[in-house]
């Protein structure tokens, strides 16, 4: 059973930076593509970074390029998410998702970790 669990959210001042944490588990995850998404209140799901385990290939939205770096730990399993720059619309639950990248969809996805940018 594939688990993941975020964590490293919290409330940040406009400027600040959090890092955010993916630990995956049941599954072998040096196949897969790791991913963050995001959604703000009344808004849909959007797609913020992601990383192949096999290449090392990270991948960004234009919102979040040059202040977001995603990168991962193959030996503990875990993806991390360094946000820079934060800004008020960074607001939003974040979550880590992974897929076989043979795919298209996300199959497995965490429980999600809020993100708070004060002004």
């Known amino acids: 059973q594939v688990q993941l669990v975020e964590s490293g959210g919290g409330l940040v001042q406009a400027g600040g930076s959090l890092r955010l944490s993916c630990a995956a588990s049941g599954g072998t995850f040096s196949r897969y593509r790791m991913g963050w998404f995001r959604q703000a209140p009344e808004k849909d799901r959007e797609f913020v970074a992601a990383i192949s385990w096999s290449t090392g290939s990270t991948y960004y939205a234009d919102s979040v390029k040059g202040r977001f770096t995603i990168s991962g730990d193959n030996a503990r399993n875990t993806v991390y998410l360094q946000m820079n720059s934060l800004k008020p619309e960074d607001t939003a639950v974040y979550y880590c998702?992974?897929?076989?990248?043979?795919?298209?969809?996300?199959?497995?996805w965490g429980q999600g970790t809020q993100v708070t940018v004060s002004s």
């Open positions: 998702a992974a897929k076989n990248p043979g795919l298209s969809d996300y199959k497995y």
